[in-house]
């Protein structure tokens, strides 16, 4: 072909193309989310859109089931059964309409901790040969609007700053408008009151000042306030009282200090609120990073997300309202993206796994006995859970897609789950009549997910310390049993952890919560090789953190943070260990010699781990308030911290 003139090699190509055989189409098919408020009645229907995303197919027609699924709402009391397949006609369709048949009412269901709206599901199935499901389940939110004279609703509070001068502070105030059938709020008045002991008015009269009164956008809508050219650094104290016209009796409450983001390392603060009286706070539940936001757990329950950067940086996302869970979590929740969207999941204290809409805020399921009986699969031979699910996904390799779990029961047979991430089904349990002779004591921690093994490691609290590894099973059969392992289980002594096992190149790490006795080990999982250091400062903090460059490894105990070298046969102390006011759980920024630990002092802390020295350290908080674990944005470079006094922090990295 070499010096053919160009309209020849242009006319083979064409030929190429016009002999070559057509690809067929996969089409690719999506089911819409609905937030409806629910109204009272008579019963009515709503539109859910099933949509191809590739435009009406082309060779032939597609063909998909779909179902009505029960969550906090059930059939028929909230909606009507109902189930068919839908036929997208070649050339013509890309999308249905599915009309969906709502039973309202009047009932008062609506709580101030709760506040639970319900949903279902419409659940999409058996894609003809020409299609592929690309979102499988759609969730039908009926927002509540039966509680009378409702105040603000999820009122939180997102503070940063315009400009570098003393009066750019900038604090924006969100929340949900409150839903009612009767009589919808008239306005909204915000007022507040500034100084260091400041408190929020209990009445517009009492405030040093207010804003002109809003307008509430729609029933069940987000609503934004910005307060701007505030003195930096000051308190306010603000009071968000809903008028029909009388004031609602739950008034909301929000209260944070204003600081310059453009000069410091903190970007922004994201501050819950709550009715006066009724308490509220994040705690220090680490904030969880995905790619929709920053997620965290509140004391209360309530999940909230936050835009990880930009001007919009700590408010909720676009698509995204904060939902009431009801009990708080206690460690990190992982965020995974699946085919179906991404995933937020949540163990509570009180025995529930939850999974969340990320992008949404929506229940997709639910394990919890708060539910109704039939909205779903509870968990049997159990009291609850408060390890933090783990899981193994075959979109990064795995043989099936599970979630892996441990439970803490008070007669200490506890049980180890398998669930079906997608609808939270229970694919396999583990417990006494499948392992060895004694009890499986409570699994308080996450457990670890061997992908080349195929296998989960977790350890167990109270005087049956143990270290145990389960076979998940083979592809498209989810099977838990006993690792067939030298070691396996194996009984560490008397304490127990309430921390999570750790696995780096063969190697588990795992911590006791133990006094003088205190413990870190180290497990060659092939042969059972036991490593330990006995340090003797009480608890190690939630999990070892293991340098993926060497063989250095990182934790923090009740007073000290340590950096430890593991050869393979000692483990031995690289430095010092650094003093710290109760050290949270460690962090460190990947391919770098910084370390982050936040403490119980209002620090944020940055070591260099060669040197075992503290670099900088930033003041988040006054003494005495505890910093919790951080966790990296490392795209944008943030480190997201919590603390018990109900403020979470995004601050760059490094300082």
Known sequence: MRGAPARVVRALA??????????AQISRIVVDDLRQIEGTGPAYKVPVKVRLLDGPPTTADVTVDFTLVPGLAIAPDDFSPQGATLTFRKGIDDTLIVDIEIIADNKDEWDITLQQDEMFFIQLSKPSANATLFKSRGTITLVDDDHRDAGVQYLSAVTDSLGSGL???????????????????????????????????????????CDPLLIPLGPGEKQLFTHTDLVVPETYCYSVFTLYPAISAEIGEVATQTFDSTIGPVQWTFTPGGYAGA??????????????????????????????????????????????LGKGAHNRNPVVPLPEGSRFFVGTESGEVHSVDARTGSVVWSRAPLFPPGSQQLMTSSTGTQAVPAGVFKAFGGQNDVLVMGTQTAAGNTSFFELNPATGENLDTFSLADGPPGPIDNVLGMSVVDYVGNRAYFGTNGGGFTLWGLDLGPAGTPDLKLAPLPWNPLPLGGGGTMGATVLRNGWLYLGTDIGAASTVYSLRVSDGTLNKLTHGDGQVKGFVWPDRRDDRVYFTTDHQVWGVKDDGTLLAPLWAPINLGSPSIPLQMPGTDFLYVGDGNGHLVEIDVKAGVVVKSVTLAKDGVQIGAPSLDNVFKVVHVGSDDGVIYAVRVPF
């Open 167 to 209: 009066n750019d502070g900038r604090n924006r105030l969100q929340w949900r408008v409150p839903a009612n059938s009767e009589v919808s709020p008239k306005n909204f008045e915000v007022c507040w009151n500034v100084g260091p002991a400041c408190n929020p008015p209990d009445n517009p009269a009492e405030a040093q000042k």
């Open 14 to 23: 064409f030929l190429l193309l016009a002999v070559a055989p057509a690809q």
């Open 279 to 324: 308490g509220r706070g994040i705690d220090v539940v680490p904030p969880s990073v995905g790619f929709d936001g920053v997620f965290s757990v509140g004391t209360n329950g309530v999940v909230y997300s936050m835009e990880r950067s930009g001007a919009d940086g700590g408010l909720w996302p676009k698509d995204f309202f904060p939902l009431a």
